[in-house]
């Protein structure tokens, strides 16, 4: 991956801060991150590992068209092309059976997850097919509710399963131009967003005890396959969900 430019969207914590840290540690990689929060605590912490990476911070809300055409054009005007793409800013929404799930919620889970992934693809691949064809790898963070039910929270699976149709829709209409578009799926994973939904405690032990390998993942074992997926070692697959919950899909 070395010279290439990546752009990680909900880069200020969790999962998406991990793949920055992950990304500081190749060699001559360039990372552009973006967020409705400012990503300079990430920003300071990929310095720590690798003083010379650079980067660029943008501020962007992804579920309007102008600021994620405008993230776009930054990336290209700092770095002269882009590369490489993990969508995976999103939110939990909130818990509540359908009956009681606030419908103002629910189209802002559409708009931010369903709706700001596909902007986000929308205005890569218009660029990356502007470059002319390369190695071009787009990765969506989907989640295992995007293949199983999630119970009290029937917002976050519904837009989890349409990241995958996007998913494939994408693979399939830009393959050509070997621009390749994958999901991961995490399963529970120890960040911010768990805990909004499952405090520490009795909760967070249930869950583990229905996982084969009995633990939640840390974010940096959601961040290798998102790597793998970027690099050109996974240069044959595309249009793929690649699950990592421990085992927990298959119990």
Request: include cysteine; hydrophobic fraction near 40%.
């Given at each position: ?31 552009a ?9 990430t ?23 102008d ?7 930054r ?16 939110i ?15 189209s ?18 218009k ?27 029937s ?8 990241i ?7 693979a ?9 578009c ?9 960040t ?37 997926l970027?690099?050109p ?13 421990g ?5």
């Amino acid at each position: 991956m070395e010279g290439k430019t990546i752009l990680v969207t909900g880069a200020s914590r969790g999962i998406g801060r991990e793949i920055c840290l992950q990304l500081a540690s190749l060699k001559n990689v360039n990372v552009a991150l973006a967020d409705v929060n400012v990503c300079e605590e990430t920003i300071n912490l990929m310095k720590e590992i690798n003083p010379s990476v650079e980067t660029l911070s943008i501020v962007c809300d992804i579920s309007k068209s102008d600021q994620v055409e405008d993230m776009v054009n930054r990336v290209v005007v700092k770095f002269g092309r882009l590369d490489g793409a993990v969508n995976n800013a999103g939110i939990l929404g909130q818990m509540a059976r359908i009956g009681e799930y606030d419908e103002s919620m629910f189209s802002k889970m559409m708009d931010i997850n369903i709706k700001g992934t596909w902007l986000c693809i929308k205005y890569q691949v218009k660029q990356m097919e502007k470059q002319g064809k390369g190695d071009y790898s787009i990765v969506n963070i989907s989640s295992i509710a995007g293949v199983l039910s999630f119970p009290y929270n029937s917002g976050y699976s519904a837009v989890k399963h349409a990241i995958l149709g996007i998913t494939k829709s994408a693979a399939a209409e830009y393959g050509a131009l070997n621009i390749r578009c994958n999901a991961v799926l995490p399963g529970a994973s120890e960040t911010a967003m768990l805990r909004e939904y499952l405090p520490p405690g009795e909760a967070t032990a249930q869950l583990e005890g229905h996982v084969p390998l009995k633990r939640v993942s840390h974010p940096s074992e959601i961040a290798k396959p998102v790597l793998f997926l970027l690099s050109p070692e996974s240069s044959y697959i595309t249009g793929q969900s690649l699950i990592a919950d421990g085992g927990l899909t298959i119990v």
